[in-house]
């Protein structure tokens, strides 16, 4: 991933959140500014993305712990 944000001078990321730990690990050398965190269940509606955010993560524990300065979406 670092190689292709560097290679197109990104700013701006929107990524999922089981990318997070990967996207902290590299952020420092690439020019991203601004990252938006979203979770598979945002697209889903409130009740049924509710249930597949919490199998997601607590249930099948897809989604690293990560601490990034971003905007997040659930």
């Known amino acids: 991933m670092k190689h292709q944000f560097?290679?197109?001078?990104?700013?701006?990321?929107?990524?999922l959140e089981n990318f997070g730990a990967n996207l902290e690990d590299i952020i420092k050398d690439?020019?991203?500014?601004?990252?938006?965190?979203t979770s598979i269940g945002a697209m889903l509606g409130t009740i049924k993305g509710s249930i597949v955010?919490?199998?997601?993560?607590?249930?099948?524990?897809m989604v690293p712990s990560y601490k990034l300065d971003c905007l997040t979406f659930n």
Request: charged fraction near 25%; charge should be positive; aromatic fraction near 8%.
């Open 53 to 61: 955010n919490f199998a997601i993560r607590y249930v099948k524990r």
């Open 30 to 37: 690439t020019p991203i500014e601004k990252v938006i965190i």
């Open 6 to 15: 560097n290679d197109s001078n990104t700013k701006a990321i929107v990524i």
